[in-house]
Each structure stands twice: as structure tokens, then as C-alpha cells.
């Protein structure tokens, strides 16, 4: 049976980032998740890196200055899939008074040090292009400075960091039961092939998400100590509203505020809403009252209206929010706790948490129980780019000129994707290729054998919903049958590779 200093148990942004930051320190780290990395919460953010202008409202100070604070690092860290973005809100002098916002975008701008991003800056919507979409009512706004991440590929990176450091990550894989013998966990896994393995662990850090508290009391047979609540929040995608690239923040009737973002180049994203939620968190979906909500709160501000027809897609994710005992969903806190049991074998759960603040939960958690491990490494992640985010000033756009140049044959867009994508990693992508017959065949329209084989062996993809939807946003872009063809092409490739687990193919993640 195989000793790890640290089981991970979850695979979304804070158990990848966790078992980065743990072997990075050079502890053995295993981390099992019961279904596709990023495969819930973590795919279906809002997808921002933002220090949450609303949370100063709420008087979240010290939340809001770590975000801010992340914001510069993750910048710089994945500047391939994490990316400057300016917001534009339109004042409603019906809601928050002019002098408030002021106030909170100085507050905004000065809590912590800004290196990437300009500062706030009033506009007069008769000049500036954000204008135009809106409704003639709106005269004024302001414009400030958060940014953009493709999340599920965020979460990916992570895992793929943790295995190049030794980790072992193993997705489609459930702990299904784990007791304490001493100074050890005894885990028991279980594949998706119905296979089970034994394992044990010096520590386990319980980052199961929405699964947090029944993980806990089904599995680890242990009391929570805190009390998480589950909020759905939800989004629409709709053909483009406007043809520029900043984004909106509108304020609307309820307190409430929504994002609409540019998003993936022909579309619009609306979101969120904060619903309650009391279901299977594995089994959320938008409901009809929530997409009317985005549509009515869209069409206050914009001069194209939409209603449920125009509705593309929709996403909803269950955020579990450290109870706090507010009085609605909104203001529940985005801030996270760690509550360490550190009995002879210690185990950390982790409550709450947002994805900018990830990497400091990450370097939190690892600070909590690598003494406990005999281990006293200092923390490492603050500077280190994540994979494919080593370019040269963190400059995408500079490297993207430099990749037209190196590889002139490759079309456009396919370049531009592969470079939002994979960064520098787009080198391993391509490997000795010189043409783009010798990518492969052509799967789906702009999607090459080269690409999907990259990603399964790479990146744990197993199923056309995890290219198409979470290593990618290729499905918005596709013929319908995209799925079930790729669904073909990823049954014969693994046929042909003789796979047993996908662990096997990422560098440093044998199994012992």
C-alpha cells in the first residue's frame, strides 16, 4: 500500500492549488477527484479575477485587499488564459449615489499596490464606445480595471504544476471511505472502471467543495465545524450585444449587481444570479425565473433586447459559501477558513474561498500542515508562472507575434486559441510539425489530432464534455454532433494508446 505525505481529496481550484503548493514543497501528494477536474464550481464562475467591488459594501476590507493583491500575481502568472479587463458601469442615479461609487472605486484602486492595471476614471457615454449599446438614459459611468480567466483551465494548470512536481493526480476516482490507524489515513479509492485501491496518508486535506460537510461526516466519519451554504449562481451566453472589448457591471432595482462580458469572441455572457440551493450540488441547472431575471436586468441598460429565445447556452454552479448567517445570498462572504484537526493524522477542510484568492488558501492550507509533516520549506508559488504562463514580461500579445513568425503555417485563429490556451506549452502541442497536414487529421473544424492527443495525455481529458466544455469553450462554436464524433475519435485514440489511467502519461504522476 502506498505512503503519501498528503491525500487531496476534490479537484477543483482549491485541491489543485493545494497539491501544487505541497509538492512544490517537496511532499508526496495524492489528489483524487470523483469526476473531471474543474468538473463543478470551478467551471462555472463568472470567470473573473476581481477584487469584488460589491464586497466593500458588505465592509469585506481585508477580502477585498487579498483579492486585489492576488489579482496582481495570477496577472503574471498566466498571462496565456488570465488577461486585463476594463469594467463599465453606467450610473443609475436611482441606485447607489455618484459619490458612493467614487468613493468605493478610490478605495478599489488603492487597498493594494497595482502594477498591470490603470486605475478607475469617469466617462461620458456621449464619447466613449461603451456608450453606444446603452440605452440614451445613461449619460455618465465609470470605467475600472479586473481581469479575465478562462477558470477550468486554471484549475487544469494546477494539477498539471502538482504532477510536473511529482504529484499523483488521479480524476474519475472517488474516496469512498477513509479511517484513522494511528498516524495514518487508510484510504480507500474507487476507479471509474469500478476498481478499488487502497492508499494511505500521513495528512488529507478535505477540498470537496459543495461536498465539503458530507464528505466529512460520511466519509471521515468526522463532525463539521463549520457550516457551509450552497448558492446557484447562474449564466446565459447570447449572440453579441456590442462590439467592444470592455465589459459592464450593471446595478439593478434588488441591490444586486450582474456582469454582461465580452465572451469568446461572437458572444455575450450575463451573470449571476444568487440563489439559495438546497439540492444535489452534481445536479444544478438554471431555471426559467433566473433566466428571465438576467434577460429583464440585461435589458434595462442595453438598447438590443433578449428574451428566453435568444438564449444560447447557460451554465449554474453551487458556490459553497462559509455560513455567516447573513440575511441573503448576496451578502454571504467570498472569504474562505481552514479548520485543521491535527490529531496524530491531521486533516484540513477547507470552507469557502473564491477563485482569486485560491493560491493564498493554497499557500495557507500547505503552511498549516507541512510542519505537521516535518516539513519547513518556505512558500514558493508568489512568483512562479503556472504551466505555460513562462513568457517572456508575462506578455501574451508579444508572444503571440513571436509565434505568427515561428509558425506561419498554422491559420489564425487556430494560433490565437492555441495561444490563449496553452501559452508556451503550445511548443509541446505542435512538437516537430512543420506543416498542418502533420498536425493530424482535422477532427472538427479547427480541431487537430495533435490537439486532442495533447490533451488527453496531457491534461486528463477523457470525454468530448471535458474538451468541448472545460479545457475549451469549442462547443459554443460547433456543430451539434461535435460531441458525439469527438466522443468517437477519444474511444479509438484510447484504444490505440493502450491506456489504463490518464495519471500515466503526465510527467512525475506514476502511481507507486
Not at 493545494?18 to 501528494?29: E, F, Q
Not at 489579482?71 to 442615479?93: G, Q
Not at 495514518?184 to 465539503?212: F, K, M, Y
Not at 440563489?275 to 441547472?285: K, N
Request: with cysteine; charged share 20%.
Amino acid at each position: 500500500m502506498k505512503l503519501y505525505d498528503l491525500m487531496v481529496i476534490g479537484g477543483g481550484i482549491n485541491g489543485t492549488g493545494i497539491a501544487r503548493d505541497a509538492a512544490g514543497r517537496g511532499l508526496s501528494v495524492l489528489l483524487c477527484e470523483k469526476d473531471d477536474l474543474a468538473s463543478h464550481t470551478s467551471s462555472a464562475s463568472t470567470k473573473l479575477i476581481h477584487g469584488g467591488l460589491r464586497y466593500l459594501e458588505y465592509y469585506e476590507f481585508g477580502l477585498v485587499r487579498k483579492a486585489l493583491q492576488e489579482r496582481e500575481v495570477l496577472l503574471k502568472a498566466a498571462p496565456h488564459i488570465i488577461w486585463p479587463l476594463r469594467f463599465v458601469m453606467p450610473h443609475d442615479s436611482s441606485q447607489r449615489p455618484e459619490w458612493m461609487i467614487r468613493c468605493g472605486l478610490f478605495l478599489y484602486d488603492h487597498l493594494a499596490r497595482r502594477e498591470v492595471l490603470p486605475g478607475s476614471e469617469t466617462i461620458s457615454f456621449a464619447s466613449h464606445p461603451s456608450g453606444a449599446p446603452l440605452q440614451a438614459a445613461f449619460k455618465r459611468g465609470f470605467v475600472y480595471s479586473d481581469g479575465w480567466v478562462q477558470d477550468a483551465r486554471l484549475v487544469v494548470l494546477n494539477a498539471m504544476a502538482a504532477a510536473e512536481h511529482g504529484a499523483r493526480i488521479v480524476t474519475r476516482t472517488a474516496c469512498v471511505a477513509a479511517r484513522r490507524e494511528g498516524e495514518r489515513w487508510i484510504c480507500t479509492l474507487q476507479h471509474s472502471d469500478g476498481q478499488r485501491e487502497q492508499v494511505a496518508a500521513r495528512a488529507v486535506v478535505n477540498a470537496a467543495g459543495p461536498w465539503v460537510e458530507s464528505l466529512l461526516k460520511d466519509t471521515l466519519q468526522l463532525p463539521s465545524p463549520k457550516s457551509i451554504r450552497l448558492v446557484k449562481g447562474s449564466h446565459i451566453v447570447v449572440n453579441k450585444l456590442f462590439d467592444h472589448p470592455y465589459a459592464y457591471i450593471f446595478q439593478n432595482p434588488d441591490k444586486r449587481i450582474i456582469f454582461a462580458i465580452p465572451y469568446e469572441n461572437d458572444f455575450t455572457l450575463i451573470g449571476t444570479t444568487d440563489v439559495e440551493y438546497h439540492g444535489d450540488p452534481g445536479a444544478v441547472a438554471i431555471d426559467a425565473d433566473e433566466v428571465d431575471y438576467l434577460c429583464r436586468m440585461s435589458n434595462r441598460y442595453f438598447n438590443s433586447q433578449i428574451g428566453p429565445d435568444d438564449v444560447l447556452s447557460t451554465y449554474s454552479g453551487v458556490r459553497p459559501l462559509l455560513d455567516d448567517e447573513a440575511s441573503n445570498a448576496s451578502s454571504v462572504t467570498r472569504d474562505y477558513a481552514l479548520e485543521l484537526d491535527d490529531g496524530a493524522a491531521p486533516m484540513l477542510s477547507v470552507f469557502g474561498g473564491k477563485i482569486t484568492t485560491y493560491r493564498k488558501l493554497a499557500e495557507e492550507a500547505v503552511d498549516r500542515l507541512a510542519p505537521l509533516l516535518g516539513n519547513g520549506k518556505p512558500t514558493w508559488t508568489a512568483g512562479v508562472p503556472l504551466p505555460g504562463g513562462d513568457m517572456p514580461n508575462a506578455d501574451a500579445a508579444a508572444f503571440l507575434a513571436a509565434s505568427a513568425q515561428r509558425y506561419p503555417w498554422l491559420p489564425t485563429a487556430v494560433l490565437q486559441r492555441y495561444v490563449k490556451s496553452y501559452g508556451t506549452r503550445l511548443a509541446t502541442l505542435i512538437g516537430s510539425a512543420s506543416k498542418l497536414a502533420e498536425l493530424g487529421a482535422e477532427i472538427l473544424p479547427g480541431v487537430y489530432e495533435a490537439e486532442l492527443s495533447y490533451l488527453v495525455d496531457h491534461e486528463w481529458a477523457l470525454s468530448a464534455e471535458d474538451i468541448l466544455w472545460r479545457r475549451s469553450k469549442l462547443r459554443l462554436h460547433l456543430p451539434a454532433d461535435a460531441g458525439a464524433i469527438l466522443d468517437g475519435w477519444l474511444a479509438q485514440y484510447r484504444a490505440g494508446a493502450g491506456l489504463r489511467q490518464p495519471e500515466l502519461l503526465v510527467a512525475g504522476s506514476q502511481p507507486g
